[in-house]
């Protein structure tokens, strides 16, 4: 049956017997009775009557723009609710959903007299009622809808059917009001509709939108409809075949033609551009069973020539929605192609009406003919989505905001669910549902909220991953956090909103970019330099040397580098399992300032710094630039930079090493193959030779080789060599050498 027609034509019905009757229910709310029984047979048809005479009476007098009297819509309401099957409570609250906003009664009435239940319905509704549409109203009605979903479902169960019906009736408004609320509903009701499963409203709304926006292509699809509905289907017959290969096969199967709707048809027309006489529905063939699903799957494969490419198994993984369903496609002994639906009466009952088929959410519906299947959510007044957008909606900024990422979150028609894995039994091990297209910087903010700016890197499935790495349904993953007393040293970039999906990530790491604005710089200002002159190049990418010596400290503060031009810390891209994850460049504890670098120049009291491009420590072979504000850059004799500088003709400047010089930093670069825990196993070598990591950085594995680069601490500058054999000891190491950074070639 045509759910769209359906709905149609029970609403005609119902208004169309309005009139009082002695005795028994009222006209009007007979045939919503009717229906009623027909999916709850032993439903309180009591409750129903006393909430129509309220409603009626509290109305009388008013009427709509097309001057209907107002019952007329409460009623209409409550008719789709019954056909998809809505239990009494919702039934009861639709009557009555209007009567607080727009009459003398109140909420305190609604509660004494139908319950406390009905009366959190009526109120839910009532808050998103009496919509001045604008720019600033929309998005903030929307706000509170979510809110009201939130706390139960079936507020946006009776939200969606009202809307429908006054898109149903819309025409005796102006054409500009017209395309606004079109416009609404095509952006956040019909994707609400499609969250909750409830496809006969959703379609229905589709229409009506369709007409209203894209007028003249409506008509023409609708002429194409006419011309085919005017011939021949051949479906007929291709039905006909299916129905005696079951019977053959022994299935008890049902067999129907089910077809497009306008906007079906449309997308379908502009995919292929033509349209075959078969492309104008579909069959469904509803069964008993799960198992008979597949049995029938298997007759259609082996008896029809099936097109493999439009198989899809939506029992085993079934959508967000809670949508289930088989879906294939064969071609006949004719070469007419025809797609298919497979499926269950029950999962038919849940694809047309979603949550609505399921219920009171907060009742177990044991024993019903509707009763949730097993493996679909027992609860669904908080499906995952929902969970996300209630989340997220509380920390939106500003109206503009919270409406472009609710409409970029309900444009996603797809989720997955991911674990966290964390060896701390403190940390839940929930599913975590996300949209598709999740990357770890959206796991970690949903799992830690703020916190998350803290991310350093991440574990997906037991392997270090970076943070804008996309997920996979069933993944386990695990972001590592700084420990929070070093949160100063550890912050969001503006590249992690290239990897975030869901709007709490992007929010949030848009209001500590917005809280934290980038300093300025300088044009032609150099690290470390206080005065004009010419910049020393300092290389980007670390790049093995081959040199066994070691490292010497920096007098700049140990943290995250700085992003050119933001002022902000760089993104850590990947992560260890000390907890220095890859891709990071974590600081230290806070503590006393570094001693000054142990070196002796030719131009006494002059500052020093070692360089960063090439780390030098003693005994390496140094030599000093004097860069501007006088300072003097020490590197080692074989970094690049001293050949370049040389080349541009700067004068060295003697430099030496103090005698006694102790401690150092070093960066080495540890390359290996890939394995289970060889990061903590590195971390652990490097702990017992009595070095502290100051900063590490993993690079994404390749070809199962993966590059580790460390930023070492060393208490005495000849324990160096010692340090780099016990690394290259670890199994999977094959190298441990110095790092430089490359030269930038612009």
Known sequence: MDAVRSLRRL???????????????????????????????????????????????????????????????????????????????????????????????????????????????????????????????????FRKMLVATGSDVRVMSIKLADRLHNMRTLGVMRPEKQARIARVTRDVLIPLAERLGVQALKRELEDLVFAILLPEEHRRTQQLIREHTARRDPLTEVAGAVRATLREASLDAQVLIRPRHAVSVHRLLRKRGALGACDFGR????????????????????????????????????????????????????????????????????????????????TAPSGQADAVPDGERADPTRPGWLSRLLEWQSHAPDPDTFWTELRDELAEDREITVYPAAPAETEAARALPLPAGATCVDAAYALHGEAAHRCIG??????????????????????????????????????????????????????????????PVRPGAAEGDDAAGPAEPEGDAPEASGSAGGGGPEPAPVGLPEVPGTGRPEVPAAATESGAPAGSRAGPPPGPPPEPPPVVTGHPGAPVRLARCCTPVPPDAVTGFPVR??????????????????????????????????????????????????????????????????????????????????????????????????????????????????????
């Open 629 to 746: 504000g006088g300072a003097v850059t020490v590197h080692r004799d074989s970094c690049h930079t001293v050949v370049r500088m040389a080349a541009a003709g700067r004068a060295p400047v003697p430099v030496r090493w103090r005698t006694h010089a102790s401690g150092c930093r070093v960066t080495l670069l540890a390359e290996a193959f890939g394995r289970p825990r060889l990061l903590a196993d590195l971390t652990e070598t490097i702990a017992a030779q009595g070095a502290a990591v100051v900063a590490a950085d993993v690079a994404p594995p390749c070809e199962q080789r993966v590059r580790h680069t460390y930023t070492l601490q060393l208490p005495d500058a000849s324990g160096l060599p010692d340090l780099m054999r016990a690394m290259r000891r670890v199994p999977g190491v094959y190298d441990v050498s110095r790092a430089v950074r490359r030269l930038s070639t612009g």
């Open 458 to 519: 991440a574990r997906v499935n037991g392997r270090l991953a970076a943070l804008s790495t996309v997920l996979r349904d069933g993944d386990a993953v695990q972001p590592f956090l700084a420990p929070a007393s070093a949160s100063g040293a550890h912050a969001p970039a503006p590249e992690w909103l290239e990897h975030a999906r869901t709007p709490a990530a992007r929010i949030a790491i848009r209001r500590w970019l917005a809280a934290h604005p980038p300093e």
């Open 283 to 362: 069959l469904l063939i509803l069964v008993g069973e799960d198992a008979e699903c597949y049995a029938v799957l298997g007759e259609l494969h082996t008896c029809f020539t099936p097109v493999i490419s439009e198989f899809k198994d939506f029992i085993a993984v079934p959508k967000f929605n809670l949508y289930q369903s088989l879906h294939t496609a064969f071609a006949d002994a004719g070469g007419r192609v025809a797609e298919v639906l497979v499926r269950t009466h029950r999962m038919h009952r849940v694809a047309e009406a979603g949550v609505v088929a399921l219920g009171d959410p907060h």
């Open 11 to 141: 609403s005609r019905a119902a208004l169309a017997r309005s009139g009082p009757r002695g005795g028994g229910l009222p006209d009007a709310i007979e045939h919503v009775a009717q229906v009623h029984r027909a999916h709850h047979p032993g439903a309180d048809l009591d409750i129903l009557r006393r909430a129509y005479v309220l409603a009626e009476s509290s109305h009388r007098g008013q009427t709509r723009k097309s001057g209907e009297p107002y019952i007329t819509h409460p009623l209409a309401v409550t008719l789709i609710l019954a056909q998809l099957g809505a239990e009494t409570t919702t039934l009861t609250a639709s009557l009555l959903h209007d009567t607080v906003e727009d009459t003398e009664v109140t909420l305190e009435q609604v509660k004494a007299e139908f319950g406390a239940e009905v009366c959190h319905l009526v109120d839910g509704v009532t808050k998103l009622e009496k919509v001045e549409y604008g720019a600033a109203a929309e998005p903030e009605t």
